[in-house]
């Protein structure tokens, strides 16, 4: 029962309503003794020729009242501990949801996004579960087989009820095997769950591509692999489940033989009236449920066990990026100043930056190129602190951003990512995702600044449009400009463009970089870019190769000596007088 002893912090927190529906369930176990033993009481009547109509009334009204009784306690207890347990969902998801937001790029990348969904749904679940029908199931299980032993042992024949209690140490032994095996089998089958679920999340969010590649038969033969393996490790789980009912059935069958066998001795030596006899095997009866129910309750704790050890395992993986003990909340700003020596995600010998030295004055516009994969990404994630510098500082305004508060560092930074990524509402909302009080006007300003505006107007409900999920409905260059809208609408201190104008034309590149020129005269910019027409009106140029700096500068200043930037650059201009040439040819 040690996740009884984990779940204390919460039963102490509900501690009165827990209090309040254990007491009712006393209540109602002690009105359940009261049937068997009218229904003994009746038949030593009629035996004995002392039952009447008066008397038989007063029973039957004995009966009544107790039904009333145990219907509105019974009432009362469910909303009690069963409304707690939905308490305990509500607090576990909402802890583990704000977990999710703290937790920083490297946890993701660890973690998949349906094991993630599977703990804040399924498992959450079977914790609740035990909250609930864990605690109705042992208190119901220990009071009433507690109350019904001990009113058959004090009122009936003390020696009866321990001859019929011969099998039980056997039942103890086997259900506490079969608890053992239960919580193994729980967990492989909980995480096959999760599987499945990562799976499933990744099909769907991935559907085009499978569509695309005509890979649906193998996509549905890998889902129904991964289904048959939930069911076979859920099968595992009800193959042990399936032993409780039989073996406690077996165990009452022996007790009842027993009652009849040693009880039918007792009334024929007198030692036992018929009544007592009937009331003894009535009660009997009643300690099927709590036999059943302790069977069961192996079932829920070991269930509820082996989620809330997955839950808590996930809760205490630490962020492994903190904020400062005593942070600066003033909002960071001046001249950012990168003094990186050495950088990596992680293994020491293979260093994803080194080098990284350089000084971006406030109101500047700084261009990053260089191949795919030369660090151009890293070293915005480290501005952002999705990781941190360990080797070296990031300084802003001359302090290390790791001494900034959280709120402040990220305010002052409007972020537009590679993987541009839109909520599925109105294009409206998705703009003012982070100045949720932005007016029309101020939306329509930034989307006019990032030259989707037009677009906008074209569609069916215009701002209103509701874009779909990771908006669906858009084409690339739409969604990347929404996301500039987006970023600009907060007239950042800071504004970081990954690679975000690729998927639009040339003509577009130039409106937008023309209007954020205009717009952010006092305020700092910095681009990465494949397409070096991105960069060419930046006040620095750093050419990242291999994660170093290999050339820096202006663009005249880099196209005037040879090097990777000369190159790239007379290259990209002749596929685009190519480019040109085949669309006049065209026309």
């Known amino acids: 029962m040690k996740i009884f002893r984990e779940l204390w912090w919460f039963f102490k927190q509900e501690k009165k309503s827990y209090i309040t529906g254990i007491a009712l369930l006393i209540i109602v176990a002690a009105l359940e003794l009261l049937p068997p033993k009218i229904i003994g009481l009746t038949v030593d009547g009629i035996k004995e020729g002392t039952l009447n109509g008066k008397r038989l009334m007063q029973m039957v009204g004995i009966l009544l009242g107790a039904a009333v ?4 306690t019974r009432y009362i207890w469910r909303i009690m501990i069963f409304g707690s347990s939905v308490k305990l969902a509500k607090q576990l998801r909402n802890t583990l949801y704000t977990h999710f937001t703290k937790m920083n790029q490297a946890f993701y990348q660890r973690r998949r996004i349906g094991d993630l969904m599977a703990h804040a749904t399924n498992d959450i679940q079977a914790i609740q579960q035990t909250a609930g029908s864990g605690v109705l199931t042992l208190v119901d299980s220990i009071v009433t087989g507690g109350l019904v032993l001990c009113t ?5 024949s003390w020696k009866l009820t321990l001859i019929c209690l011969i099998p039980m ?27 499945l679920n990562d799976k499933v999340q990744e099909s769907i969010s991935g559907i085009k591509v499978i569509k695309t590649f005509g890979e649906e038969a193998a996509d549905v033969e890998e889902f129904r692999i991964k289904s048959a393996d939930v069911v076979q490790k859920n099968m595992k789980v009800a193959r042990v489940d399936a032993l409780f009912d039989p073996t406690i059935s077996i165990i009452v069958a022996l007790s009842f033989l027993l009652a009849l066998i040693f009880g039918s001795k007792m009334v024929i030596s007198e030692e036992l009236t018929l009544g007592q006899l009937v009331t003894f095997t009535t009660y009997l009866g009643l300690l099927i449920w709590p036999m059943l129910a302790f069977g069961w309750l192996f079932n829920i704790v070991e269930r509820g066990r082996a989620s809330y050890d997955r839950v808590f395992s996930l809760l205490k993986e630490e962020n492994s990026i903190e904020e400062a003990a005593h942070p600066s909340v003033e909002m960071p700003t001046g001249n950012i100043e990168a003094v990186i020596h050495r950088f990596s995600y992680g293994k020491e010998d293979a260093y994803t930056l080194n080098e990284i030295y350089f000084t971006l004055s406030r109101g500047q516009t700084l261009g990053i190129v260089g191949k795919t994969g030369a660090g151009k990404t890293t070293i915005l994630k480290l501005l952002l602190r999705e990781f941190d510098v360990r080797d070296g500082a990031v300084l802003w305004g001359g302090k290390d951003i790791k001494d900034y508060a959280f709120d402040s560092l990220y305010k002052s930074i409007g972020y537009v990512p590679q993987d541009h990524f839109l909520f599925s509402t109105t294009v409206a909302d998705n703009i003012a995702f982070g100045k949720r009080e932005a007016s029309n006007q101020e939306i329509k300003e930034a989307a006019k600044v990032a030259n989707v505006h037009r ?7 215009g701002y209103q449009t509701i874009v779909g999920e990771k908006g669906v409905s858009l084409s690339g260059g739409q969604k990347q400009r929404i996301s500039i809208a987006r970023a600009l609408l907060l007239d950042p201190e800071l504004l970081i463009l990954d690679d975000s104008l690729s998927a639009v034309d040339g003509k577009t590149e130039a409106g937008i970089l023309q209007a954020l020129k205009q717009k952010r005269q006092n305020r700092t910019t910095i681009i990465t870019a494949h397409r070096l027409s991105s960069v060419t009106h930046a006040d620095l140029i750093l050419v990242f190769d291999k994660g170093k700096i290999i050339q820096r500068g202006t663009h005249e200043e880099l196209l005037s000596v040879s090097g990777w930037y000369q190159d790239m650059y007379d290259r990209q201009q002749l596929e685009r007088a190519v480019e040109e040439g085949e669309t006049k040819n065209e026309n």
């Open 152 to 156: 058959m042992a004090l009122t009936i």
């Open 169 to 195: 140490p056997l039942m103890a032994v086997l259900t506490s095997y079969y608890g053992t095996l239960l919580h193994a089998r729980f967990h492989h089958a909980q995480a096959a769950f999760s599987t």
């Open 455 to 461: 677009d906008i107007l074209d569609f069916t409900d």
């Open 69 to 72: 009784v145990a219907y509105f």
